[in-house]
């Protein structure tokens, strides 16, 4: 049973930096495309950037495109999610999820829990203006 834990969130600063890690245990992450969601307060959890499965394509959405990078370390099962001149409403908790299936080369930022059948507890982020 795989099984996906966040960490790295925190307070920063607007315009700083945070790097957040999804580590994976029970199976190798080699096997799974990964997407990082993001929920704030009174709104639905938007997908913020996926990686496949393969490690070649990543997607990101509008507002962290050229902020954020999405990468994979296989070696470790864990992907990174940096993240660059955050801004306050990056805020939220950032969530990992996992999704199986035989294309290497596709990944999604829907939050479908069918699409993506895995995922973690969350880590707060919260940048001050």
């Known amino acids: 049973q795989l099984q996906l834990v966040e960490s790295g969130g925190g307070l920063v600063q607007s315009g700083g930096s945070l790097r957040l890690s999804c580590a994976a245990s029970?199976?190798?992450?080699?096997?799974?495309?990964i997407g990082w969601f993001r929920q704030a307060p009174g709104k639905e959890r938007e997908g913020v950037a996926c990686?496949?499965?393969?490690?070649?394509?990543?997607r990101y959405t509008a507002s962290a495109e050229g902020r954020f990078t999405v990468s994979k370390n296989n070696a470790r099962d864990t992907v990174y999610l940096q993240m660059t001149d955050l801004k306050p409403e990056d805020a939220g908790v950032y969530y990992c999820?996992?999704?199986?299936?035989?294309?290497?080369?596709?990944?999604?930022?829907?939050?479908?829990?069918?699409?993506?059948?895995?995922w973690g507890q969350g880590t707060q982020v919260t940048v001050s203006s």
């Open positions: 999820a996992a999704a199986g299936g035989p294309s290497p080369d596709i990944c999604s930022l829907r939050p479908d829990k069918q699409n993506y059948a895995y």
């Open positions: 029970g199976v190798s992450l080699d096997a799974y495309r």
């Open positions: 990686i496949s499965r393969s490690g070649r394509t990543d």
